[in-house]
């Protein structure tokens, strides 16, 4: 993608925000009051993926505003327990919604990183600079999680689910396409994924950048750009769409903004000031090779 247009930096440290939205507590605290968290996957699987983005919680200053944006862009349905909202895409829960409770605080998209073992990836982040903002804790339903920041901002929230990971399988329009971090040091954070989840790196250029791209035998599975100076480090989901431009076009007719984009993919903002983009690449495993984000 073309990254000459920077996107906007947001004030304060973001992942300490996410900590302080996503659990309720101040990121000193270890012990977060959590929603209930449903599981990953709606049907047990008994298998771990490490590596494979499984879930991605919005938090969010306006739940509702965030379902009308999110259900008119690409059809997807909600369901509301207490104060989280699970999101489905097709009929198959892939994502939360959870109220910001500080009006303050900034709004965005958290990814759910599976991991083989929570504790030792967050200790192994903590040792290379990064912060665990809270956990590791238990979560009913959902699994072992933790909750880390990298380069001051950029948070995941790290788990092992308790019922297994989702299926690898063709990305659905509206669903789940890749995640991307924007990173100051694209190979120190590649190698420090590369611990925590067994990835296998791939270095490759874009548009003359550099860019990393991490996955495993079956798929690539997540990016990693080097961050302009003016522009936060931070953790960018991706939503598969059947066409880019009309996408484009309804997300800013919703209220979006339109940040940057290339012939496959574009970077916007929400209603809400929640950055995410949309693409139209393929994953499947045997043209895995062939395509790039």
């Known amino acids: ?36 968290l449903p599981p990953v ?3 047990p699987t008994a298998e771990i993926r490490p590596g494979k983005f499984v879930w991605g919680d919005l938090v969010t200053q306006d739940v509702e505003a965030s379902k009308a944006f999110y259900g008119a862009l690409f059809g997807w349905t909600f369901s509301d327990a207490g104060r989280y909202t699970t999101v489905f895409n097709r009929g198959v829960p892939i994502a939360g919604m959870v109220k910001a409770r500080d009006p303050n605080r900034g709004t965005e998209w958290i990814g759910n990183l599976s991991v083989a073992d929570v504790d030792r990836a967050a200790a192994t982040i903590a040792q290379h600079g990064g912060q665990i903002e809270s956990g590791p804790i238990d979560a009913p339903d959902r699994g072992r999680i933790a909750l880390v920041s990298y380069e001051g901002n950029a948070a995941v929230l790290l788990v092992r689910a308790s019922g297994g990971d989702p299926p690898d399988a063709h990305p659905a329009i509206g669903g789940w396409l890749w995640w991307e971090l ?35 035998a079956k798929m690539r599975r997540m990016g990693i750009v080097q961050a302009p100076p003016e522009v936060r480090p931070t953790w960018l989901p991706y939503f598969r769409v059947a066409d880019k431009a009309a996408s484009v076009e309804r997300a800013v007719a919703l209220g979006a903004r339109l940040v940057e984009q290339s012939e496959r993919a574009a970077i916007l903002v929400d209603p809400n000031r929640a950055e995410f983009a949309v693409g139209t690449w393929a994953l499947e495993t045997d043209r895995i090779r062939k395509e790039a984000p």
């Open 41 to 43: 996957s709606p049907d």
């Open 1 to 36: 993608m073309d990254r000459s247009l920077a996107r906007p930096n947001r004030p304060g440290r973001l992942a300490c925000a996410a900590a302080a939205l996503l659990f309720g507590v101040a990121c000193a605290a270890k012990q977060p009051d959590l929603p209930r």
């Open 182 to 216: 924007w990173a100051r040091d694209v190979d120190r954070a590649a190698a420090l994924l590369v611990e925590i989840a067994g990835y296998r790196p791939e270095a490759v250029e874009l548009r003359g950048a550099p860019y990393r791209v991490l996955g495993d």
